[in-house]
């Protein structure tokens, strides 16, 4: 068969439209944080395009050598505002105003393009006050204790900044409940990297939900797989990049989408 034929075979491979009505839902804080690690610095607009093109083809899966094309239901995406409060440099004495940094103007400017996007539901939790600051990490924290840093020689980029979210996890279960117990797809992919999710997960699937996690190629807990119905990365730039992501809870489906 030649090449020209080859090509037009591929072209032309059969889709069907099913009837799997899927939410996905992204933890906004953890996408930025892995897109970040794996495409460097992009516009907000750049990003938002990024993440829309990255989302959306979970919507396409391959069962028994088939393209199948999901109806998407809603993106959910959560995260939390830009923190806009002065935080004190305990290195250099003085307070940083963090609303009239880059990172706030982007992070906004990022927000606002997902608003305008078709389909995209914007869910903001909030930052802890009462947990904000700078504070020395462990590895540094040894090093001081053992002798070798010396507290005259700390900077600041020998700090770390903790703000705490809150709020987040408890919209994303909020949102999956609602969506199992309303009957509202039958598709649940949810974007995230820890464990939280877990009693979410566990109701949806009793509804029936056929609940997906993508964890951007992170290493997840090995109990994890038995709450899940499968595991799956849609980009091999984040399989590549993190490469001790753990090896996939494949349903039938999920072994043809690996070429994707």
Known sequence: MSKNRQSDKKTHEPKIFDNVVTAILVDGGFYRKRA???????????????LESYV??????KINGIEHEHTLYRIFYYDCPPIDKAIYDPINKKNIEFSKTDTFKWTNEFFTELKKRRK?????????DAEQG?????????ELL??????EDIQLQDLSLMMKQKGVDMRIGVDIASLAYKKQVNQIILI???????????LARREGIDFVLDPLG???????????????????NFK????????????????????N
């Open 134 to 142: 700078y504070y020395l990490p462990p590895l540094k924290t040894k």
């Open 120 to 128: 995209f539901a914007l869910r903001l939790g909030e930052l802890s």
């Open 192 to 202: 995230a990297g820890d464990s939280d999710f877990v009693p979410a997960a566990k």
């Open 218 to 236: 992170a290493k997840i807990k090995e109990n994890l797989f038995e709450h899940i119905d499968g595991l799956n990365v849609k980009d091999n």
């Open 240 to 259: 590549g990049k993190f490469k001790n992501v753990a090896k996939d809870k494949t349903s039938a489906i999920e072994k043809d989408q690996e070429n």
């Open 146 to 151: 053992s002798g070798k840093l010396k507290v």
């Open 56 to 61: 959306k083809r979970h919507l396409n899966e």
């Open 36 to 50: 970040h690690a794996c495409f460097g610095n992009q516009t907000p607009e750049e990003r938002a395009d990024q």
